[in-house]
């Protein structure tokens, strides 16, 4: 079964506006990692976040940790159409390298 | 550099054939992992080879389906007599040494269509 299951399962909004996608995983993690995925075809490595951090910062992303809640948010600002994809986040459990992956979210950037 | 590559691009079989998929990992990459992608939906995870290590068989579905990997590059899934439930996107990919990051590299996948 998957472990970490993001939320919502899809999102459509316009462009310039904020988009943010939750992740809930099960189990302890030695870090947590979002992906993009474009066409269903492969995957783009994004950010990692470890589990002694809180917050993470990359261009246009900021992706918050919390270890107490078991959970995990992506923020995009100022949304642009190329960031239409479908959006997936993986963890690991400790003392594994093995990823298991959310569902995913779809999000929509309308022009 | 080179990425993960992946072989053939498009697959198409009739149900029963046995098909042989490639993921060619990038160079130095000592951990290689083998998902699959059904419509619309979340990645699953097949199998993971780390090094010389005994890979990690726990997420094959079923005894039809193996892989290999030869000289701790190169791997191959296979697939025996498929069935149309096979039909997905298989996803390869690699990552760096253990300690040095989890990060995943993938490649483009293989899409099988089981008629």
């Known amino acids: 079964s998957q472990q970490g299951e993001e939320d919502p399962q899809a999102l459509s909004i316009q462009e310039g506006e904020n988009a943010t996608m939750n992740c809930s995983y099960k189990?302890?993690?030695?870090?947590l990692q979002w992906y993009r995925q474009n066409s269903g075809r492969g995957l783009v490595h994004l950010i990692l976040i470890r589990s002694n951090e809180r917050e993470k910062h990359s261009g246009r992303l900021r992706v918050t940790l919390d270890t107490s809640k078991k959970s995990s948010s992506l923020l995009i600002t100022a949304s642009r159409a190329a960031d239409t994809a479908s959006y997936f986040c993986?963890?690991?459990?400790?003392?594994?390298?093995?990823?298991?992956f959310g569902q995913g979210t779809r999000l929509t950037i309308n022009p | 550099g080179a990425g993960v590559s992946q072989s053939p691009s498009n697959k198409v079989t009739e149900k029963g054939k046995d098909v042989e998929l490639r993921c060619d990992p990038i160079?130095?990459?000592?951990?290689l992992y083998w998902y699959r992608q059904s419509l619309g939906q979340g990645l699953e995870f097949l199998i993971y080879f780390q090094g010389n290590s005994a890979p990690d068989k726990s997420g094959l579905p079923s005894d039809r389906f193996s892989a290999e990997r030869t000289g701790g590059s190169v791997s191959t899934l296979t697939i025996q007599r498929t069935q149309q439930e096979d039909s997905a996107v298989y996803l390869c990919?690699?990552?760096?040494?253990?300690?040095?990051?989890?990060?995943?590299?993938f490649g483009p996948g293989t899409r099988l269509t089981v008629t």
């Open positions: 993986a963890t690991d459990s400790q003392g594994a390298q093995k990823l298991v």
């Open positions: 990919a690699s990552s760096p040494p253990r300690g040095v990051t989890y990060e995943q590299y």
């Open positions: 160079s130095g990459h000592t951990a």
């Open positions: 189990t302890s993690i030695n870090n």
